[in-house]
């Protein structure tokens, strides 16, 4: 079956630590992105990358980071620099970056006391 | 600037009504993209239409139809005759063709009660 990881479904860290979100497709696709959802809000774009080896920030990339080492992976790593990190973060990909559709993961849910 | 409100908040229904979600965007692009998401309580988004600009053509599929109207900027979307299962949070849309960031909406929680 075709479709995106990600993992765990639920994570839980001390504030100070940093911690790495996992995603993975294999649907083939170019683009992946990188959402952060709070309650009551839209989604909201962390980081994008149209090709390995290359990303660019979104709206609100202050205090995370990414790598595109392989076009099937899409790490996020939340810094102990994001203020506010408690949040569900969603992990999409799409054929190539623009207007097509992107296709969503499961998300994981972070919780940083 | 481009933005997409969606006004309502949560709606209720019973089963079997028909329900319709509205959708209010704003770009200044000729050329853009429309997108309607669910997210069901498991939290993934799942994919449910793409219209561009030039199609105002309403479209129909199953229960689900939207209605695209470019002179009111709306794009909405009725459920007929909802089911529990359709008991989710659905976000509107929007992306324009220089990329690169598809604008959501705040997402309208619909529950259907049987």
């Known amino acids: 079956d075709g479709g995106i990881t990600q993992s765990p479904k639920y994570l839980f860290r001390k504030e100070g630590q940093n911690v790495t979100l996992s995603c993975e497709q294999n649907?083939?696709?170019?683009?992946m992105y990188w959402y952060r959802q709070d309650p009551g809000q839209g989604l909201r774009l962390i980081y994008y990358s149209q090709i390995v080896n290359d990303f660019q920030k979104g709206d609100i990339a202050e205090g995370y980071s990414v790598s595109r080492e392989k076009k099937e992976s899409f790490p996020l790593t939340v810094t102990s620099a994001q203020k506010n990190p408690t949040a569900f973060y969603l992990c999409?990909?799409?054929?190539?970056?623009?207007?097509?559709?992107?296709?969503f993961g499961p998300g994981t849910r972070l919780t940083v006391t | 600037a481009q933005k997409v409100t969606q006004a309502q908040t949560e709606i209720s229904v019973v089963e079997k009504e028909d329900v319709t979600l509205d959708c209010v965007y704003e770009?200044?692009?000729?050329?853009?993209?429309l997108f309607w998401y669910k997210q069901p309580p498991s939290g993934e988004l799942v994919f449910l239409i793409r219209?561009?600009?030039?199609?105002?053509q309403n479209e129909i599929s199953g229960r689900y139809s939207w209605n695209f109207q470019k002179s009111t900027s709306s794009f909405n979307f009725t459920i007929t005759a909802s089911q529990v299962v359709d008991s989710a949070v659905y976000f509107c849309a929007l992306i324009n063709t220089g990329f690169q960031k598809l604008v959501f909406g705040t997402g309208t929680r619909l529950l259907v009660s049987p």
């Open positions: 219209r561009n600009s030039f199609d105002e």
């Open positions: 770009t200044r692009d000729t050329t853009y993209y």
């Open positions: 649907l083939n696709h170019d683009a």
């Open positions: 999409a990909s799409s054929i190539v970056s623009g207007t097509y559709e992107q296709y």
